[in-house]
T-cell receptor, first 116, second 111 residues
Framework: DAGVIQSPRHEVTEMGQEVTLRCKPI?????LFWYRQTMMRGLELLIY????????DSGMPEDRFSAKMPNASFSTLKIQPSEPRDSAVYFC??????????????FGPGTRLTVL | KQEVTQIPAALSVPEGENLVLNCSFT??????LQWFRQDPGKGLTSLLL?????REQTSGRLNASLDKSSGRSTLYIAASQPGDSATYLC??????????FGPGTSLSVIP
């Protein structure tokens, strides 16, 4: 398996622009997580899907952030409009494999977002 | 509110030493605890997952223990190697489905 795939790997945009981050979870996994990592706040869970349904979005910082999972193999995290304080590395993770590792999370390589 | 801390924040050891990294959490109502390593500029690599009903897990030179009642987990690395240099993070999944990460321990193994 290719692991969790994220695109783009790097994104530089100007304040006010819309940004869309993409994630393909590991095939067969039924849970998907979006995280944000910054030096100041460390790793924070933004939103968590189970079977394509958002279970907990309490970590989404504000209405400018939205996430969707239209099917089991694809999810997007959108920021509109983007602000400089959104600059961070955004990670996607998935879990839900074999019984013994069912809750083990596997992370993608991340998207480094810079908002100028 | 669950809080996760890791001590020490940074650690430097000579190659070959055995070492222990610590993770503490304030609420014992956890579902599981997972240890990761993160190399600079990279994603997180899963090392070990301990379910709340387990006391420890082992993988190669790594051993992770869990003591829910005291709110502690330790990651033991035997015979450390320069390739072990990375940041090690623990993450607690709470019984109400939150995932809380610790701030990490930056490990440097000196050849």
């Amino acid at each position: 398996d290719a692991g969790v795939i994220q695109s783009p790997r790097h994104e530089v945009t100007e304040m006010g622009q819309e940004v869309t981050l993409r994630c393909k979870p590991i095939s067969g996994h039924n849970s998907l997580f979006w995280y944000r990592q910054t030096m100041m706040r460390g790793l924070e869970l933004l939103i968590y899907f189970n079977n394509n349904v958002p279970i907990d979005d309490s970590g989404m910082p504000e209405d400018r952030f939205s996430a969707k999972m239209p099917n089991a193999s694809f999810s997007t995290l959108k920021i509109q409009p983007s602000e400089p304080r959104d600059s961070a590395v955004y990670f996607c993770a998935s879990s839900g494999g074999t019984r013994s590792t069912y809750n083990e999370q596997f992370f993608g390589p991340g998207t480094r977002l810079t908002v100028l | 509110k669950q809080e996760v801390t890791q001590i020490p924040a940074a650690l430097s050891v000579p190659e070959g030493e055995n070492l222990v990294l610590n993770c503490s959490f304030t609420d014992s109502a956890i579902y599981n605890l997972q240890w990761f390593r993160q190399d600079p500029g990279k994603g997180l690599t899963s090392l070990l997952l301990i379910q709340s009903s387990q006391r420890e897990q082992t993988s190669g030179r790594l051993n992770a223990s869990l003591d829910k009642s005291s709110g502690r987990s330790t990651l033991y690395i035997a015979a450390s190697q320069p390739g072990d240099s990375a940041t090690y993070l623990c993450a607690v999944r709470t019984s109400y489905d939150k995932v809380i990460f610790g701030p990490g321990t930056s490990l440097s193994v000196i050849p």
